[in-house]
């Protein structure tokens, strides 16, 4: 005959850990939901992608400019040196050209910070993608019914809106216009 105390224990156990498990689950959907629609559109992975093309594109344009001024000044340099031939001058010029090429040498880390950009938002598009193929197991209209954690920032962090992208937040005429 069954020991029906050792059965209600089990029992008990039992429901113990399916409670535990669905606080679990509960937990995990609240974090998919808060990943899904994050409370701010800029924290969602769209918005990581593009900021991380922002900087490589920030950085290309910028690395472009500084190469266009050593051209500026190696060119200066060689009209320079044509006009003074001093050995004086010559060493002065030769110092100049060094340092100009430790500028074009410095400016690769544009393509390797490219390369290392690339990397990160294949590592946060395949995240999105395991995100994405949890979501639509779940069903995407029960993971949108899932109200998300709320994030919580200070009165100045809410005014702070950082470097914006392209054609987003105020343009420097929106900006003007407030002084007006």
């Known amino acids: 005959m069954p020991d029906s105390h050792n ?20 937990r995990v959907r609240e974090e998919i939901a808060a990943i899904h629609k994050p409370a701010e559109e800029e ?7 593009e900021q ?5 594109k920030a950085t290309e344009q910028a690395t472009h400019r ?16 044509a006009r003074h031939k001093t ?22 880390f544009q393509d390797i910070t490219g390369q290392r950009v690339n990397k990160i938002t294949k590592s946060l598009t395949f995240v999105e993608e395991r995100v994405s193929s949890i979501i639509s197991i779940w069903g ?9 954690a709320e994030s919580t920032k200070t009165e100045d962090e809410k005014l702070l809106n950082g470097p914006q992208l392209e054609g987003k937040g105020l343009n420097q005429a929106d900006i003007d216009a407030l002084f007006d």
Do not use: W
């Open 52 to 56: 991380l093309d922002a900087i490589v």
């Open 43 to 49: 924290h969602g992975f769209g918005g990581m992608g």
């Open 66 to 81: 500084i190469m266009e001024a050593m051209e500026v000044n190696t060119q200066a340099i060689e009209a320079m040196r």
């Open 87 to 108: 050995p004086e001058d010559d060493a002065e010029f030769q110092k100049m050209e060094g340092a100009i090429n430790e500028v074009f040498e410095a400016c690769a």
């Open 7 to 26: 059965s209600d224990a089990e029992l008990k156990i039992l429901k113990d850990e399916l409670g535990g498990l669905f606080v679990y689950i509960k």
């Open 140 to 148: 995407k209209d029960d993971i949108e019914n899932v109200t998300a």
